[in-house]
């Protein structure tokens, strides 16, 4: 079974400023509550991550996996994909930046299937929790980053 988050948020910023918050992963230790550490492996020429270290505890359990970021439609989205993880089968991402009134409305979709699945509730908990970061804790961060 997977975990899937899918969801819209209207942020009171820019689409660019938006782009600018979410795509500074060293930083998402900061809003999102359960990420450990990130850290970045590579950089495109650009200097922005491609390849990414994350280690998460979700309920006690530590879920380490490196990511690949792909910026090819930036400003408008941020995507990920799996390359390796150790208690994860599949695991991708995206984060849509669109403009809406004088904001963005910020779109995400997150897709995560665990090698070895849990009873139904656990993983609906998994993904409250997961939805709770990207729909609240991360409008919050970016509209903060915005006043600044």
């Not at 910026?71 to 150790?86: G, M, Q, Y």
């Not at 809406?100 to 699945?117: A, C, D, F």
């Amino acid at each position: 079974m997977a975990v899937e988050c899918v969801g819209n948020v209207d942020v009171e910023a820019a689409p660019g400023v938006c782009f600018s918050a979410t795509a500074d992963l060293e930083r998402w230790t900061e809003w999102a509550r359960d990420l450990e550490r990130v850290e970045v492996l590579d950089r495109d020429d650009d200097g922005r991550p491609v390849r990414v270290r994350v280690v998460a505890d979700l309920f006690g359990k530590e879920f380490d996996a490196t990511l690949d970021f792909h910026h090819d439609k930036a400003p408008d989205e941020l995507s990920f994909t799996l390359v390796e993880a150790r208690k994860l089968a599949a695991l991708e991402g995206s984060f849509r930046f669109e403009p809406e009134g004088g904001g963005t409305r910020l779109s995400y979709r997150l897709r995560m299937v665990l090698v070895k699945p849990k009873a139904a509730r656990i993983e609906r908990m998994v993904s409250r929790r997961i939805d709770t970061a990207l729909s609240r804790d991360l409008r919050r961060h970016i509209e903060r980053d915005g006043r600044r």
